[in-house]
C-alpha cells in the first residue's frame, strides 16, 4: 500500500514545480506566496494574500482527508 502513497507525493512535487516555472515564465508583477500543513489535527497556513491561504487550507485540509482515507483502505 506505500507505493501509492509515495507515486501521489511525487505527483504532488512535480505539479508544484510546474506550477512554479508557469509563473515565472508569465511574469507576474507582485509574487504570492503560501506554504500550509497540520500540526496534529489542526491546519495551519501562511500567506502573502488571503485568497492563497484560503487555497493553501483546501489543499491541506483535502490532503488530509486523502491520507485518512487511504489510511482506512489498509
Known amino acids: 500500500m506505500e507505493q501509492p502513497i509515495i ?8 505539479i508544484g514545480f510546474l506550477i512554479i516555472l508557469a509563473g ?3 511574469g ?12 496534529d489535527p ?3 497556513g501562511f500567506a502573502n494574500s ?5 487555497v493553501v487550507i483546501a489543499l ?3 490532503m488530509f482527508l486523502l491520507s485518512l482515507y ?5
Open 42 to 44: 489542526i491546519p495551519l
Open 7 to 14: 507515486l501521489i507525493g511525487i505527483a504532488v512535487i512535480l
Open 28 to 39: 507576474d508583477k507582485k509574487p504570492q506566496f503560501a506554504v500550509g500543513g497540520f500540526i
Open 60 to 62: 491541506s485540509v483535502g
Open 50 to 54: 488571503r485568497e492563497m491561504l484560503y
Open 24 to 26: 515565472a515564465f508569465l
Open 70 to 74: 487511504l489510511s482506512k483502505a489498509v
